[in-house]
């Protein structure tokens, strides 16, 4: 399947501020990135493993410059999971560990701060059910950059919700991941957040623009 692009923020020139920014690292974690998670085994995840050394070396100075890292872990638990998500798992034959402290959703290979923001989510968008817009707003944040896995799954669905709450939204496409073998879904996914949603860029282009 051939893939459209237009590449908008190639020769851009812009200025951001990083207090007005906000980095979210969606879903780092062991069951999606381990290589040795019960998904690691079933489906090559090279590029997901690959993930967080380049995470932890655009985070660190885009922190220490004034930027907020928000870091983002999927929790399942029967309580806090919505009734149709419930309803679904048990049609998909969905099974997900019940207990919120199972070592699946440690964040993976993270350099995560004492101080750090962390947010735990019950659904795919990482606004629904978390104080995240709250969290934002209080500290004056208007540009989002996403990142994390999987690219189109839930980096997608909180880039579309970040656009429809009113944020400028940023896809750091080489801080995204997937597995091996959807690569095609995650072109396709890619073109069309660039297309509708913000701009699809990368982390070296948006040092450039916040100056670290």
């Given at each position: 399947m051939t893939t459209h692009w237009q590449d908008y923020a190639a020769g851009l020139e812009l200025t951001l501020e990083p207090s007005e920014c906000a980095l979210l690292v969606i879903d780092v974690q062991e069951m999606f990135c381990s290589p040795t998670s019960v998904t690691?085994?079933?489906?090559?995840?090279?590029?997901?493993?690959?993930?967080?050394?380049?995470?932890?070396?655009?985070?660190?100075?885009?922190?220490?410059?004034?930027?907020?890292?928000?870091?983002?872990?999927?929790?399942?638990?029967?309580?806090?999971?919505?009734?149709?998500?419930?309803?679904?798992?048990?049609?998909?034959?969905?099974?997900?560990?019940?207990?919120?402290d199972h070592g699946d959703y440690r964040f993976y290979g993270l350099s995560i701060p004492d101080d750090a923001t962390v947010l735990e989510k019950r659904c795919g968008d990482a606004f629904t059910s978390t104080n995240l817009k709250e969290i934002l707003d209080a500290r004056g944040i208007k540009h989002v950059l996403l990142s994390g896995v999987r690219t189109e799954i839930c980096v997608r669905r909180a880039a579309e919700r970040a656009s429809s709450e009113g944020y400028l939204v940023f896809v750091l496409r080489d801080l995204c991941a997937t597995r091996d073998l959807c690569a095609e879904h995650e072109d396709q996914a890619l073109m069309f957040l660039n297309a509708y949603s913000g701009l699809v860029t990368t982390s070296a282009e948006v040092t450039g623009w916040l100056e670290l």
């Open positions: 690691g085994r079933k489906h090559a995840n090279t590029r997901m493993q690959a993930l967080p050394a380049k995470i932890n070396a655009f985070a660190e100075p885009f922190r220490r410059a004034g930027g907020l890292n928000v870091y983002i872990r999927a929790v399942t638990d029967e309580a806090g999971r919505p009734a149709n998500m419930r309803w679904l798992d048990q049609v998909k034959g969905n099974h997900f560990p019940a207990d919120p």
